[in-house]
């Protein structure tokens, strides 16, 4: 029975662990798009619309890696209380 407990808390860590690395991952998806956009905004042949589409998928990353960062305190909070 505790060596299940110490699994599944090792499990829940291990994802918690893994949820923070992919919120790191989207931010910097989102630092990179904001570059392009930027990037993009003195070329005079880029496609209309491309820095502000580039500018929502930087916010939809953003909002993304916040999300994320949430569930991985969501889960800690459950493995601390026992999980």
Known sequence: MVTESRRATD???THIA???ADADLM???????????TTLSGCPTA??????AL?????ACATAAGQLRAA????L?????GG
């Open 11 to 13: 499990d829940l860590l």
């Open 18 to 20: 893994t949820l923070r």
């Open 27 to 37: 931010d910097g998806y989102a630092r990179r798009l904001l570059t392009t956009a």
């Open 47 to 52: 496609p209309e619309g491309t820095g502000p």
């Open 55 to 59: 500018e929502r998928q930087a916010e």
């Open 72 to 75: 991985a305190e969501a889960l």
């Open 77 to 81: 909070t459950h493995a601390r209380a």
